[in-house]
């Protein structure tokens, strides 16, 4: 590498060893003391920066910190107390130049170049067609990223085709940075919403798409994110951080509908856990003025229901003939002879307050007559609550409703408040004009919420405040200070904590029909019997409001008093603090600077503890640590486990370590892992809200919930130390990462030659390498590959015989075939044998992946006295 240009007077040699040698951070300082009295020497500095970036680029890959940010970095330094080095006083002629030779530095260089370079050579001054000339560059050269940040750094977004920018990189799966090129241009904005919704189109192509962009080589879970359940989220997220409207995106907003109409129909007549009557408002609603939803609609009752009531709601909407079921016409004309095709939406008898001795059994039951539940419409009733409720001292269960948003874009308004006090439940109307945004109910509700001498109860408020907040918006103007509240979401969360380790507790009987979940659950857990939520999904904007509505509304207010009252008894007994208030809440989330401390002590945790690996250690020391699970020690293929789908890093760093892994695809269901545990009797992996309701559904100490926030491989180390698993360096890849199959075929060098070279793959990839000079990075990575130091890698894994392979056809017995293209020549004389997974074909060989590994998880590896000595 040499250094040529205008940097006369600068100690090249030397410079030049510092380059190319390996640096350490006594040397990185020595570096910049250097680059320091460098700069003052040089004639033109502009000129010289740019050489030595150029030097650079081809050294020091893969450092954490590289050589071109300490150049940039004591170069800007430098300027600061040196303003004479500017293009200012250069001639028009030396300026372009010195500017396009930085804009060349652009095309690969790292990301960091870009910010200083177009500071220091101000290469947003340059001409438009210059700068949209650099663009298409970087997009010939698939420097897709480079390209958009550089074209909204210089501004150029409404010169550029927004598709041709954004696509490739939506495919990518870099959303984030097709938002950040249509920031604060809403005709750009509207215009990526659109297209977004047009993939959400029934009739979209995919492979159609793909096929304009060949260059590209996608993995399967950039293709999984273009389907229309993922794009649909995306599109009504964009649509309501932009501000769009939802008459533009019509395939999302009709996709949601139908979801939500496939909803309603299950939770109607599979689930059962919905009254017709909640079901039909919500249809009526959501397929009003709509012919394909009205039609989707008969279709599914003719699965669902019956044929008769197909029939009706067809002739009600007057579908046409062509457009119906088979069997739907002929039932319409049968009902008209017989005079039965009008649909009954008169309401059956009156209600009474008590419920059916069947539901008495079955549910928690609201202990309050009818007349201690008020219902508040005038100021004055809500003036009588307030003096009844704003008492020092008192407690108060506050819940809320809202119509369940079905189909709709806007979001949830609150339609009623109930507070529950002692023998009492004040039902607020926020659909009555009288009080729903009368200064005297909103002050009121602030009141109680601030008043720290009143004890407030609730399960989830985030939720409730988030749609207070959109019913008034005034509260997000002057946000509330909330005092004395006790969210009993957090104490569910510590008793289900307490309990995970406790194979005494009580646990929830698991029956044919859905597990409880939520408030429900606790109610369970905590008084003996569920909630009933046959009415949690009613229209509860709807007047008047049935006897059920009623009765379910306060009942979820006074449970919360219940609740707390027999935890506060005796929280001993459940595993709690004498305070149930000092139970603490979610953090919020923290900013990057509020992070860095914590990340450098986990960094120096991490270092004490492989310190300590290396110290002689006990088993007993590894069950000291994990308390809660009482079995014994096991080892990585006895541990059978399904990964949820936000844990696939986990489940690949698991089979990387020889676990058996069953992992969900981002499009499945939480509700397949517990299908998948029971079946195969695996322990189910998850974190965040699902572990709830997983652990219901599966036996105790089948499910265990780990922190989103941790990386992978901590995850993994977690696990192994949970379950007590014995690692030996024999179980690191005895299974395969791709599809979890522990079976291996071993090849030679000379039949993977003879494989290769018979499918043409060896002389077409040797072929085109020999065109190219200089050798492209990767083959330059494959060339410096060494022999595996350490251990010698002998896999726990069965093995599979020579005629496993059909010499034909590469396959085996499973149908998968030998994955030969993925094998670059240039290993072909360095590696002796090749490893190949029997139940997808992919093809392995010794590297130093191996060596990294036993390094990673040092601190939970077993070696035995034979191994340590071969190291």
Known sequence: MSLEGQSKGVDLPALQEHLCGLWSRKEQEELRQFLASSFPQMQEPLAGLLDFLQGCLTVQKGKSTTLHQIILTEFMRWRTNNPQASLNGLREEERLRLQKKALGLLTDSHPGYMDPLLEIYQ??????????????????????????????????????????????????????????????????????VSL??????????????????????????????????????????????FCIDPGLCSNSVYKRKLDSLRFLMYKTFGEKSMSEENWRDHVQAMIEGNTELQVQLVQLLVKHCSLQTAAQWAAHYNLPRNRLPLGVWDKIQ???????????????????????????????????????????????EVKQCREAVLKPGCVVGIDMEWRAGFGTVSSQRVALIQLAVQERVFLLDLCAHAISHHSTTVNFIKALLSDKNILKLGYGMSGDLRSLVSTWPELREEPMKMEGVLDLLHVHQELQRCWLGNKRCRSVEVSER????????????????????????????????????????????????????????????FGLPEDLRSIPSAQPAKSREEKKPKEKNKQSKRR???????????????????????????????????????????GRFLRCLGVDVKMLENTDDHKVAAELARAEGRVILTAGQPYQTLRSQVGEGRCLTLDCSEKARDQAVHVLRHFHVHLTPADIFSRCQACNCNEYFKLSREDMTRMMKERGLLQDIVSKRDDCEPQDE??????????????????????????????????????????????????????????????????????????????????????????????
Not at 611 to 626: F, G, I, R, T, V
């Open 123 to 192: 290469l947003s001054s340059l001409k438009r067609p210059l700068l949209l000339e650099h663009v298409d560059f970087l997009q010939d050269c698939c420097c897709f990223k480079e390209a958009l940040m550089f074209s909204v750094k210089v501004e150029l977004q409404k010169d550029l085709d927004m598709e041709k920018m954004c696509v490739p990189l939506i495919l990518l799966d870099k959303l984030s940075l097709a938002e950040l090129f249509v920031r604060d241009h809403p005709d750009l904005q509207q215009r990526l």
């Open 196 to 241: 977004l919704d047009s993939w959400c189109e029934p009739n979209f192509n995919m492979q159609t798409l793909l096929s304009q962009y060949p260059y590209m080589v996608l993995s399967k879970h950039q293709t999984d994110q273009i389907q229309p359940k993922l794009l649909s989220k995306h599109v009504f997220r964009l649509m309501e951080k």
């Open 334 to 380: 049968s009902l008209s002879r017989k005079k039965q095709l009008e649909m009954c939406f008169v309401s059956g008898p009156p209600e009474s307050w008590t419920s059916l001795q069947f539901d008495q059994r079955k549910y928690y039951q609201l202990p309050l007559p009818r007349e201690n539940v008020l219902f508040l419409e005038s100021l004055d």
């Open 514 to 573: 859905p597990a409880e979940k939520g408030l429900s659950l606790l109610v369970q857990q905590v008084l003996g019997k569920p909630l009933n939520k046959t009415e949690q999904l009613s229209n509860w904007e709807r007047r008047p409001l049935r006897t059920s509505q009623l009765r379910y509304a306060a009942t979820d207010a006074y449970c919360l008093l219940d609740v707390y009252l027999v935890l506060s008894r005796d929280p001993k007994a």
């Open 608 to 650: 004490e503890a492989r310190q300590k690996a290396n110290e002689p250690h006990s088993m007993d020391d590894c069950l000291k640590m994990n308390s809660e699970y009482e079995g014994s020690t096991i080892t990585p293929p006895e541990l059978r486990v399904v990964c949820d789908n936000m844990l696939q890093g986990l």
């Open 778 to 871: 990767t083959q330059a990575e494959y060339n410096s590959w060494r022999p595996p130091e350490g251990p010698e890698f002998t896999p726990h894994c069965r093995w599979a015989p020579r005629t496993a392979l059909d010499p034909q056809t590469f396959k085996f017995p499973s149908g998968a075939e030998v994955q030969l293209e993925t094998v670059p020549p240039g290993l072909l004389p360095r590696i002796p044998v090749y490893f190949i997974c029997t139940g997808c074909g992919k093809v392995f060989w010794e590297g130093t992946h191996f060596d990294r590994v036993l390094s990673q998880f040092q601190e939970v590896l077993h070696v035995s006295e034979d191994a340590a000595t071969k190291a």
